[in-house]
């Protein structure tokens, strides 16, 4: 399937075939779709207008009259709204409103709900009751010393010290058993937070959004602002962005340390100074407004159900800061919301 996804609504075809088709070449019915039968010689062939390779458009070219008369025009309709998703012919249409299905690599923002034997729960969704965790071994942590060591049954018993219940942490998906998919019931997850960007969130601020806003990108961490520019609605101050493909968003002040070891991979034990340096020290005023309104940047665009990505958390806070000159507080007010999400639906 391609990276990029499109939206149908019920009642949208998505994919016409003739009976010819239908049995050898055709398209797959799959979840969210239905099926139309219409003569072929009394219709015209229904397009959806959309040149994408995932919407299958083919159009009957027969000569002969009579066999136009006596063949027919199958139509593959949505039944929901979602996304469309094609297997070779098989057509599929998840819905908007899914549970996070987790893949391999996935950078999520979890919460601790509980500590189990060698191993932390975490909570994949923005409720503990959703029903969607996973499990974050003691072995898949780096330890407060930074060291890498054999884990000992005294780090199992001073779990609590490095992540207790109610932390936010990030990490990557590691694991997906048998089942784990969509609601992630009767399967087992697993994560890792041994990456320079993964382990405990502290000194910033979280949103949780819907999953499918989220798309899978090449890379999820990322920062936006430029110090040497002030009208761009960041105030000369870098943001650092976590987008969780499990509907998980960190926002925080960049870790300026962490960028000026360049490609070089830093030790662990310095990483660790690094992020309690920043944990440490509070956010100034400036700081601190400018983290408030990318935060409500991405509630704005969660509350239109825009795509959240980079480019329009940025054209959101220019357009509130610069453009409109929207005081931070009043950013998530009915009109407001309208005016300053304008600009991603603009082409």
């Not at 009259?65 to 469309?84: C, D, P, R, V």
């Not at 976590?242 to 034990?269: D, F, R, S």
Request: charged letters at 20%; hydrophobic letters at 35%; one cysteine or more.
């Amino acid at each position: 399937m391609s990276s990029q996804q499109h939206i149908v609504i019920p009642g949208q075809v998505i994919a016409t075939s003739n009976d010819s088709d239908h049995d050898g070449g055709g398209f797959l019915r799959g979840h969210g779709t239905y099926i139309e039968t219409t003569d072929a010689f009394a219709s015209s062939s229904r397009s959806t207008g959309n040149d994408n390779d995932n919407l299958i458009t083919e159009t009957e070219n027969d000569a002969d009259t009579n066999e136009h008369h006596n063949s027919q025009n199958y139509s593959l309709i949505a039944s929901i709204s979602g996304t469309i998703e094609r297997t070779n012919k098989l057509l599929t249409i998840q819905p908007l409103n899914r549970p996070y299905a987790p893949q391999m690599g996935d950078p999520i923002i979890g919460r601790i709900i509980s500590i189990t034997n060698q191993a932390w729960k975490v909570s994949t969704m923005s409720s503990p009751n959703c029903g969607v965790s996973a499990n974050l071994p003691l072995t898949g942590i780096f330890l407060k010393d930074g060291m890498q060591r054999i884990r000992t049954s005294a780090d199992a018993l001073r779990m609590r010290a490095v992540l207790k219940e109610g932390d936010l942490v990030s990490a990557e998906v590691r694991g997906v058993g048998r089942g784990g998919g969509a609601g992630g019931s009767g399967g087992r997850i697993t994560l890792h937070a041994r990456s320079v960007r993964c382990g405990k969130l502290e000194n910033g601020c979280v949103v949780f959004v819907p999953c499918w806003l989220i798309g899978r990108r090449k890379k999820h961490f990322v920062v936006l602002g430029d110090s040497t520019r002030t009208k761009d609605g960041f105030e000369g101050v870098r943001i650092e962005v976590l987008l969780g493909c499990n509907g998980g968003i960190w926002i925080q002040k960049a870790l300026v340390e962490l960028e000026n070891l360049g490609t070089e991979t830093p030790l662990p034990e310095v990483v660790q100074s690094i992020r309690s340096n920043h944990a440490e020290t509070p956010l100034l005023l400036d700081e601190r407004r400018v983290v408030a309104r990318v935060r409500n940047a991405v509630e704005a665009l969660k509350l239109v159900q825009c795509q959240i990505s980079p480019e329009n958390i940025e054209k959101v806070v220019k357009v509130s800061a610069i453009d409109l000159a929207i005081d931070v507080k009043d950013m998530l007010k009915p009109d407001a919301v309208v005016r300053i999400t304008q600009c991603t639906r603009n082409r």
